[in-house]
């Protein structure tokens, strides 16, 4: 079975200021997804970002970018230029390429990030 | 975008009585829906997946008989919490699948109802 485990619980980071937040996955399978959500105060689950596995390059979007590394099974998240409005719970989740289990996701149990004036 | 929206967004409600949380996709059709659970400062867990016109799969140790789920159409997917009891208070989230085919599908998440039971 596959497994999601970030080991920061809680993160801070200046505003304006870079942080990277960790995230580490078990699979047997080649083909996957990895994503990153952002849940702020209002509980409103937000996609950050996607990766196919299949994709050598990093995904990125505008000052969200990951370092996906296959072969160490690591995805972690980078936040650039960190502003006030990022300040949320980020979760990692894992899903399977195939269809057989209704693509449900792999959920970590989450890192608290604040952000510092 | 594509919206999911959840009704209602809070409720509370008495030991013993039955609560129902709808969820739906507003401008899509989704070929799944999926229920979470979740407490405060922790993640999601998954309870149960919905494809329309068939019956739930419930995750393990889930009791389907408390936690009915119906999915009488695409865009529209219930979860009706039975004689809830003050454990069961809690926060549920549901997310609809869209399926582009080829080009893929992605999971959009409602806004969530936090369930209290008195």
């Known amino acids: 079975a596959q497994t999601v485990t970030q080991s920061q619980p809680e993160m801070s980071v200046q505003e304006a200021e870079t942080v990277t937040l960790s995230c580490t996955y078990d699979?047997?399978?080649?083909?996957?997804?990895l994503f990153w959500y952002k849940q702020p105060p209002s509980r409103q689950m937000i996609l950050v970002i996607r990766?196919?596995?299949?994709k050598q390059q990093n995904a990125t979007e505008n000052r969200f970018s990951v370092n996906f590394q296959k072969a160490a099974k690591s995805f972690s998240l980078k936040i650039s230029d960190s502003q006030l409005g990022d300040a949320a719970m980020y979760f990692c989740?894992?899903?399977?390429?195939?269809?057989?289990?209704?693509?449900?996701?792999?959920w970590g149990l989450g890192t608290s990030l604040a952000v510092n004036p | 975008g594509a919206v999911v929206s959840q009704h209602p967004s809070w409720v509370i409600c008495k030991s013993g009585t039955s609560v129902k949380i709808e969820c739906r996709s507003l401008?899509?059709?989704?070929?799944?829906m999926f229920w979470y659970r979740q407490f405060p400062k922790q993640s999601l867990m998954l309870m149960a997946t919905?494809?329309?016109?068939?019956?739930?799969?419930?995750e393990q140790g889930v009791e389907k008989d408390k936690f009915l789920i119906n999915h009488a159409s695409l865009t529209l997917s219930t979860l009706t919490v039975t004689s809830a009891h003050p454990e069961d208070s809690s926060f549920y989230i549901c997310?609809?699948?869209?399926?582009?085919?080829?080009?893929?599908?992605?999971?959009?998440f409602g806004p969530g109802t936090r369930l209290t039971v008195t």
């Open positions: 997310s609809a699948r869209i399926d582009w085919g080829d080009l893929g599908d992605e999971q959009y």
């Open positions: 401008d899509f059709q989704a070929t799944t």
């Open positions: 919905s494809n329309e016109g068939s019956k739930a799969t419930y």
């Open positions: 699979t047997s399978e080649s083909d996957y997804y």
């Open positions: 990766q196919e596995a299949y």
């Open positions: 989740a894992y899903r399977s390429w195939n269809a057989g289990n209704n693509r449900k996701l792999i």
